[in-house]
């Protein structure tokens, strides 16, 4: 079946700019998970969805970055104000039910470059 | 402040021989425990997991190991093949009181043929 779809891979924009990244989750997955990955680090956690519930924003790192879902269906990271530090992978990944034996799975993620 | 650390960045090894791959971490909370394999431009797909009830967990080349003692974890890949070249995230989390996922920094393996 499909998996974890991003878009778009590559967004290059300036400093300032408001992006939107958007995330399609496995069908059925009722838990999605952001990252960034910045070069040379490891996947830093973002923001959390559990189907209804209130999101686990605790990873945000400021009140430029904002996620929304609606229900289990597609989910989409924003930035506004983009700065150079932005500059990452963003990565997403769906789980479907966090039981213990659940695994994420990733999509191929957002390259963003922020000049 | 990093909780899981992958100290070597990256490792070379034969083909044929055993991969090793290091994890440490410093929360004692951590009850769970994964690997995961990236290719480049591609998401990281899942390799392995353990949970802190168990010290091993096998599954055909590769072997988990998890010591709680030394909040250590290691991946054993035998015998290492030259598709093996990826890079390797380890992550933690505490499964049952929480929702984040924390990973290393990664380990870039390149299996000589």
């Known amino acids: 079946g499909a998996g974890v779809s991003q878009s778009p891979s590559n967004k290059v924009t300036e400093k300032g700019k408001d992006v939107e990244l958007r995330c399609d989750p496995i069908?059925?997955?009722?838990?999605l998970y952001w990252y960034r990955q910045r070069l040379g680090q490891g996947l830093e956690f973002l923001i959390y969805f559990q189907g209804n519930s209130a999101p686990d924003k605790s990873g945000l790192p400021s009140d430029r970055f904002s996620a929304e879902r609606t229900g289990e269906s597609v989910s989409t990271l924003t930035i506004q104000r983009t700065q150079q530090e932005d500059s990452a992978v963003y990565l997403c990944?769906?789980?479907?039910?966090?039981?213990?034996?659940?695994?994420?799975?990733f999509g191929p993620g957002t390259r963003l470059t922020v000049l | 402040d990093q909780q899981v650390k992958q100290n070597s960045p990256s490792l070379s090894v034969q083909e044929g021989r055993i991969s090793i791959l290091n994890c440490d971490y410093t929360?004692?909370?951590?009850?769970?425990f994964l690997w995961y394999k990236k290719y480049p431009a591609e998401g990281p797909t899942f390799l392995i997991s353990?949970?802190?009830?168990?010290d091993k967990n096998e599954d055909g080349r590769f072997t988990v190991f998890l010591n709680k003692s030394a909040k250590h974890l290691s991946l054993h890949i035998v015998p290492s093949q030259p598709g093996d070249s990826a890079v390797y995230f380890c992550?933690?989390?505490?499964?049952?009181?929480?929702?984040?996922?924390?990973f290393g920094t990664g380990t870039s393996l390149t299996v000589i043929p």
């Open positions: 069908s059925g997955h009722t838990a």
């Open positions: 990944a769906s789980i479907p039910a966090r039981l213990p034996q659940d695994t994420q799975y």
């Open positions: 353990i949970s802190s009830i168990k």
């Open positions: 992550a933690a989390s505490e499964w049952y009181t929480g929702n984040q996922f924390y």
């Open positions: 929360n004692s909370m951590f009850d769970y």
